[in-house]
């Protein structure tokens, strides 16, 4: 009896030996396993990184006035997402609207912010049918997706929040 109990202590200790030799390959295995992440995710914030200042570099996190319809029909096909504000300089609700692009503009940097005063855009006016200010056209990938027409989409009033804009360019699409 005495020698059956020698022998389950001996396989106990061995079972040990064999769990803590499993336990140490398994914590070695981890650290290669958390090393190969670590590098996988400096890589993938370098690109993200390097995709940023690109995307800033390129006018993205301005709001930029153009002057020339013809830059304005070439940012709104060759970038992703793009907001255009048509405006007149005269018109007190033209510059509300800019007040609230000028904060989207910085906060969504994966689109591109832009306006043009009519004056500048007689082609681009008659074709988008910009009839009443201010007007708010969104594109993806050059199609035009929404259009905000002065306030009325808005609350009608002046005092809407930039958060409500926002949701409204969420919901086109143009924003994420």
Do not use: W
């Amino acid at each position: 009896s005495r020698l059956v109990n020698d022998e389950t202590i001996d396989r106990r200790d061995e079972d040990k030996e064999l769990d803590d030799d499993e336990l140490f390959e398994e914590l070695e295995n981890d650290d290669y396993g958390t090393a190969s992440f670590r590098e996988q995710r400096i890589e993938e914030l370098k690109e993200e990184m390097a995709r940023k200042k690109l995307v800033i570099e390129n006018d993205h996190g301005s709001y930029k006035n153009i002057t020339n319809e013809k830059e304005v029909m070439d940012i709104t096909t060759k970038t992703k997402h793009c907001v255009v504000h048509f405006y007149h300089s005269d018109f007190r609700r033209c510059m509300i609207v800019d007040r609230h692009l000028e904060a989207l503009a910085k906060k969504h940097i994966m689109t591109r912010f832009i306006k043009i005063k009519v004056e500048d855009a007689p082609f681009l006016v008659e074709k988008l049918q910009v009839k009443v200010l201010p007007c708010v056209i969104s594109f993806t990938d050059g199609i035009a997706v929404d259009r905000l027409i002065g306030f009325e989409d808005l609350g009608n009033t002046d005092n809407f929040s930039t958060s409500m804009l926002e949701l409204r360019f969420k919901t086109a699409g143009v924003i994420e």
